[in-house]
Structure formats: structure tokens, C-alpha cells
């Protein structure tokens, strides 16, 4: 059987993410075994990561794959290899699968025409990051009772969408799965063309949780963002695109695809509150991840044959 | 009568609103602060008989420095409210580039809090755009609406990098705030009087016209890319007042001109007086004849005097080292009225609207005689002619360009929310039944 890639979840269908969610669960539940053994998996980060790159690991390691990680310090890479030569090298040392984590939007789409292994975006750039919003589905219906539960649900994405991957893959996966989406934030934060989902388009966290939202998603706003040019003061940020206890009341979840500013997009008392899925978010990674990793390299397939 | 202040009934005044489409000799009855009633024969507890005055809106300035905090020995919210009175004015807005800048919001509710107390006139905060008015930084916007700040602004120094003016526009856009730009590129505007035919004579840097032009069409694209809500003030030249006009139908943007844009000329410079330099500077005879027209069909939605008080220290130097800005408030009708009225430019019902009815709507909805409307009125007489004089000027600063000259046309009676905040008329007001 072939490989699939996982490039982005831009035109992704209820019922893929169903068995990616379904298969997450099998592997959670431990009727999985070890299907990716023999297998061989390369984890190509070009990009800083803490728990992206080691919940892939664990993942692979956990379903029995070889494991073989690259980082950009002590490779070819710091060498000034290009990224199509390491995918290339990569591909005939005998990778099944390559996840790949780049700075520039389009690194993952790239590599994948020059190998023949499964590709998985580990992130590139502003543009995807799919196995995050899979895993937050993941979380999300484990906390409303079920994939199905999530049809007709209010998420409200808060934060920098304009540099936010995460959002770009969490917006069509959350609507394949039903759910209704309006976006929090400054225009300075927001693609000039911010109708380009045809989403509403709201200022503040009150007005999130007027608008009905039960899940305040809130995005990281990076340190190099806060220093006046598109945000005038984490002062005036926080109070109008953070969440805090105060907006608890209203019984809204809130999740974060870390690392969180404490203080800056959720207040310090908030992150482990029990309305808090954070930490869900970073169980479900492991499980989500086996499941991609078997998927992609086809080895779901055969344990299923 | 609990609580309530009188009536009062303005009798046999010339009443002229353009937008309401009122020009006619009739009374008005204020009550409660609002117009009540306009119509022939009106009664009430007392009664102004204003034979012979014209009525108008009340004027609307949407730019002056009243030097609050930081140069009050220049000009107060007392005195600068005083000054906009005795011209007929009866709604400021106020402009950040004070000491300490207007970037904070504590700075911004300490200005509502001095204005309730000490003004005459309604007055408006205008926050500044960036920290400083630095051109890198944006403000907490959104915090100082919520302390009570009506817009943005740059006036004063611009936004040298269209990066941060565009982030700026993006950022107002979501805050809600109107943003009043000014419009000018230090990398070009290197002199201290128009690039003309009287610079090059009298030997004085000049600033080109396309300092203003090259800024203003920066500022206007973007306002058309960002959607922002943008109003460019004290636009001088006959291009830029063009610019406006192409991006009309192509973004929300609003303009303004100033009287001595429209009354004076850099002929002036001849005189080498540090009085007469302002910036943006006086421009060409060509220049003022295309902001008149500007103004006149339209395209140019209004005046504005940018009054900017200054002390006799900081004008009374050469040229080069003169401190720009002209008082503004007190001889703005006149002026305009004696210029471009008397001459045939303009018509009295589209200065009217320039001065009252058009930046009314911008400013708060108002500049109506109309039922219902805040009673803020502007008695005139047309017939009187003045000389401006230190002495006859309600500014704590003395920096007129018009001083000597001899005007047609002076404001009576101001009237905000029915009580009358200038009053050259009393020994008319009496109580009679």
C-alpha cells in the first residue's frame, strides 16, 4: 500500500479526520500494537521545537519505528545544505516517513515532490501545522463527548492569526468537523483581506463570548510582536484579546497550542483551570501523532489487513 | 421649572443652515439645551430680539493646540475655549502634540476631566497615533477611547514611515477611531517657507509643495487599502486638494483646509516677519486659488483653523527661527467672510456648511438648526467691520496674521446647549413675557 502525505488540512473531509480521530483513539486505547516496526522514521526539524518534536518521537518510538532525528545544529543542514538535498538523502537512506518542521511556508509541499516517503508538516512557516489541529479535535471532542458532538459548536480563534500556521490548519478542520469559527483580532494581526474564510471577524474576548463562543482558542502572541508596530502594549493586548478568570464565568473552554505568555493571551491563574484544555491538548499529541505516522506510511492498513 | 434653565427665544434672527434648508428671517426656542421649536411668533421666558444678526450652527473646528498640558502660558482650555467662543465656535477637537504628548490614557482622562470643568465649548481629545508622535510605536488606542478619546491624530510632526501609518489605519480601524492625518515628509520638507517665487527672492529654505503632496498621496492610498476612516487636515495645495478628490469614491476620507490657506498667500514672506510662518506654509497665489475652488465645489468637506497660539518669544525672531502656527479660532469667519464671501468666491451658504453643518456631522452628528438638536448657535453680525487688535483677541497668545487688518463681518453671541458662552450683545437679553 502507498504512502500519504500530510501537507495541510485545507481541503480535509469529515470523514478523513474521522479516522485520523478514530485511529488516535485505537491507539490510545492500546489496540494498536507496534504497526509502524521495520518502519523508519526521520524527524527533519529546521526550526526550534520542544514538544511537536518530541511527541513525534515518542510516537514513532511507541508504535516500533527507527528513528533517526535531524536537527539544524550538527547536520548538513548548518552546513548549508539545501532542503530538497537532505530530502533527497533522506529518501534513499530509506525513510518511510519524513517530518518535517521549516521556517518558510511551503518547505513541507516542496520536499514532498522529491521523495517518495510520507511526508508530515510538522509545521511551515505561516502556512500549516495539521497534526496540531487534529490533536486539538481530538481533545475537543473528548471534552464535549464526541466527534459528533462538535457539529454546530461557537470556537472563537483569538490572537495573530496573520503568523499563525496553527490557525490556518485549525480553521478548515474545525469547519469539516462542523464547527463554527469567527476570528478575535486587531486588523493589525489579521490578513489585510480578512475575509479571505468568509468568517466573522470580532474585536475582543467579550465579544467572543457575546457572539456565544464555548471555546476560546487562543493563539500565542510572539515576543517580537509586542514590541508597538502592529500591538500597541501587552497592557492593552490582555485586556482585550486575553482570557481571563473573569470570562470563566460564562462556561467557555479554553485551549492553546503552546507555549503560553502567561499573562499576555491567558492570564496565570487561567492555564491549568479546569476549563482549561491545555493539558489535554498535549496528552492527545502522542496518539494523534501515532495515528498520522501509521496512516501516512501505510502501516494502518496493513494491521488492519 | 425644577432644575430646568430657562427658556430662551431668539427673535427675528436670520436663520441659515444649508442642510436644513433654513434661510430665512424666523425665531428659535431653546429649551433644556435643545432647539424646541423654529417658527414665527415664538414666546418664552426670555426672549433675545437678534434684529438684524444672522443665526448659524455653530462652528465646528476640528483642529487647534490649546497647549494643555505643558505650554499653558500660551493657551489654557479656559482661554483656548474663550477664543473659540468669541469666533463662533461651539466644538473643538484638541490636538495630541502636547507636554507630555496625549499617548497615554491617563493622560487622556485627566484632559476630559480639566475640559468639564474649564471649558466653554464642547471640546474633543484627539489621542496621538504613535508613542511620542515618533512614528514607530502605536498608542493603546483602544484603552484611550475607553478614557474618553474621540480620535487619532499625527498633527504636528506626520508618520514618516508608511509601514507604521498603515498598521496605524489597521489598528484605529479596530479601535473605531477616526484618524486625522498630517500630512507632510520630512525628507523634503527642509525649509521653513513655500519653494516659490518668495523664497528664491528672499533667500529662505524652501519646503516644496511636494513635502505635503507625496505624504498626502501616501496617506490616501492607504486609507484606501486599509478601509480606515481618514480625515487629512490642513491640506494647502492645489494637488493635494485634487488627491482627495480622486480618492473620494475610493476611500472614507474627509479633508479640511484652514482660513489662511484660503485668505493669505507667501507674498507675505516678503516681509521676512517670523509671524507669517506656518506649517504647512503659506503656498502660491495658484495654490490658495485651488483650495478655494476645492472648497467650494466640495472636494475639500470643510475648514479647520489649526489654531496654534505661541508665545511672542517664540514669533518675534527671524524667519528661519520663528516657531510656526497662527491663532486661529477668533478670526476665522471674518476673514472668510471678507475674502472669499464679499469677493464672489464662495457663497455664505456653502462657507456656512464648510464652517458648521459638514465637520458638524464629522464631529458629533450635530451642526443643525433642527427640533431636537443641541442648541449650539453662532449670532453674527455681517455688517461690522473690525480691526483685529491684541486687545480684541481672547487667546492668551497674540500670533494672528490678520493683526491690523481690517475685517468685515464679526460673531455676536455663541450659544453652547442653550446657555451663551460669548456674549457681545447682553444689554440686548432681558426677561420679558
Known amino acids: ?305 | 421649572v425644577i432644575g430646568r434653565p430657562a427658556e430662551l427665544v431668539i427673535r427675528h434672527a436670520h436663520i441659515l443652515d444649508p442642510s436644513a434648508g433654513i434661510d430665512a428671517v424666523t425665531d428659535v426656542r431653546i429649551s433644556s439645551g435643545r432647539i424646541a421649536e423654529v417658527g414665527e411668533g415664538l414666546r418664552g421666558t426670555r426672549a433675545l430680539d437678534a434684529d438684524g444678526l444672522h443665526l448659524f450652527p455653530g462652528f465646528v473646528d476640528v483642529h487647534a493646540h490649546w497647549r494643555t498640558p505643558g505650554r499653558e502660558d500660551e493657551e489654557d482650555i479656559e482661554s483656548g475655549s474663550s477664543s473659540a467662543a468669541a469666533g463662533g465656535f461651539t466644538s473643538v477637537v484638541m490636538m495630541p502634540n502636547t507636554d507630555p504628548v496625549v499617548d497615554k490614557p491617563v493622560v487622556v482622562s485627566g484632559l476630559v476631566r480639566r475640559i468639564e470643568r474649564e471649558s466653554r465649548v464642547r471640546a474633543y481629545v484627539s489621542a496621538a497615533l504613535h508613542m511620542g508622535l515618533a512614528g514607530e510605536r502605536l498608542t493603546e488606542m483602544r484603552l484611550m477611547k475607553e478614557a474618553g478619546a474621540f480620535c487619532v491624530s499625527d498633527d504636528g510632526l506626520g508618520t514618516q514611515t508608511a509601514g507604521v501609518l498603515r498598521n496605524g489605519m489597521l489598528y484605529a480601524k479596530t479601535t473605531g477611531l477616526p484618524v486625522i492625518l498630517h500630512c507632510e515628509d520630512h525628507t523634503l520638507a527642509t525649509g521653513v517657507v513655500h519653494d516659490g517665487v518668495a523664497a528664491a527672492l528672499a533667500g529662505l529654505p524652501g519646503t516644496p509643495a511636494s513635502a505635503e503632496d507625496a505624504a498626502t498621496a501616501t496617506a490616501l492610498v492607504l486609507a484606501a487599502e486599509t478601509g480606515a476612516k481618514v480625515h487629512i487636515t490642513h491640506v494647502s495645495t492645489a494637488l493635494s486638494a485634487a488627491l482627495v478628490g480622486f480618492f473620494k469614491e475610493r476611500a472614507d476620507v474627509t479633508a479640511d483646509t484652514t482660513p489662511h490657506h484660503l485668505t493669505l498667500t507667501d507674498a507675505l514672506i516678503s516681509t521676512l516677519d517670523g509671524m507669517y510662518r506656518v506649517n504647512p506654509p503659506l503656498r502660491s497665489e495658484e495654490d490658495r486659488g485651488g483650495v478655494t475652488g476645492a472648497l467650494r465645489d466640495g472636494t475639500l468637506d470643510f475648514v479647520a483653523t489649526d489654531h496654534a497660539p505661541h508665545a511672542s518669544e517664540e514669533k518675534e525672531l527671524p524667519l528661519q527661527e520663528a516657531a510656526p502656527g497662527f491663532l486661529g479660532h477668533e478670526t476665522a469667519f471674518p476673514a472668510l467672510y471678507t475674502e472669499l464671501v464679499l469677493s464672489g468666491r464662495i457663497s455664505l451658504s456653502r462657507l456656512v456648511e464648510a464652517m458648521s453643518c459638514a465637520p458638524g456631522r464629522w464631529v458629533n452628528g450635530g451642526g443643525n438648526v433642527v427640533v431636537g438638536a443641541p442648541a449650539d448657535l453662532a449670532l453674527v453680525d455681517l455688517s461690522e467691520e473690525w480691526t483685529v487688535e491684541r486687545e480684541s483677541l481672547s487667546s492668551r497668545s497674540f500670533n494672528s496674521p490678520y493683526l491690523g487688518r481690517r475685517l468685515t463681518g464679526r460673531v455676536a453671541g455663541t450659544i453652547v446647549g442653550g446657555e451663551m458662552v460669548y456674549d457681545r450683545i447682553g444689554a440686548r437679553l432681558g426677561a420679558r413675557s
Open chain 1, 1 to 305: 500500500l502507498g504512502t500519504r502525505n500530510f501537507l495541510t488540512l485545507e481541503n480535509t473531509s469529515r470523514e478523513e479526520l474521522r479516522e485520523v480521530l478514530d485511529l488516535a483513539r485505537a491507539h490510545a486505547e492500546g489496540s494498536l500494537g507496534h504497526p509502524l516496526a521495520g518502519k523508519t522514521v526521520c524527524l527533519a526539524f529546521f526550526e526550534a521545537s520542544t514538544r511537536t518534536a518530541v511527541s513525534f518521537e515518542l510516537s514513532a518510538r511507541r508504535c516500533g519505528a527507527d528513528v533517526i532525528s535531524l536537527s539544524e545544529k550538527g547536520s548538513a543542514i548548518a552546513k548549508g545544505e539545501s532542503l530538497i538535498d537532505t530530502v533527497v538523502t533522506l529518501d534513499r537512506l530509506g525513510a518511510d516517513a519524513i517530518v518535517l518542521r521549516h521556517p518558510a511556508t511551503g518547505a513541507a509541499t516542496l520536499a514532498a515532490r522529491h521523495t517518495g516517503a510520507a511526508v508530515i508538516n510538522a509545521g511551515d512557516g505561516c502556512g500549516q501545522h495539521p497534526t496540531q489541529a487534529l490533536l486539538d479535535l481530538y481533545s475537543l471532542s473528548g471534552a464535549v463527548g464526541g466527534f459528533d458532538e462538535l457539529a454546530g459548536r461557537r470556537v472563537a480563534i483569538v490572537g495573530d492569526i496573520l503568523h499563525s500556521r496553527v490557525a490556518r490548519s485549525v480553521i478548515p478542520a474545525f469547519r469539516a468537523a462542523g464547527v463554527e469559527v469567527a476570528l478575535v483580532a486587531p486588523r493589525t494581526l489579521l490578513p489585510l483581506d480578512a475575509g479571505a474564510w468568509g468568517l466573522p471577524i470580532l474585536s475582543s474576548v467579550d465579544e467572543a463570548l457575546d457572539w456565544g463562543a464555548g471555546v476560546l482558542y487562543m493563539l500565542r502572541l510572539q515576543r517580537e510582536r509586542m514590541t508597538g508596530a502592529r500591538v500597541p502594549s501587552v497592557a492593552e493586548y490582555a485586556r482585550f484579546y486575553g482570557v481571563a478568570r473573569r470570562h470563566l464565568d460564562r462556561g467557555a473552554l479554553v485551549m492553546h497550542p503552546g507555549p503560553v505568555n502567561r499573562g499576555v493571551e491567558i492570564s496565570g491563574d487561567v492555564v491549568l483551570d479546569g476549563y482549561s484544555l491545555i493539558p489535554d491538548q498535549v496528552a492527545a499529541g502522542t496518539h494523534v501523532r501515532s495515528a498520522v505516522l501509521a496512516l501516512a506510511t501505510g502501516a494502518a492498513h496493513e494491521v488492519a489487513a
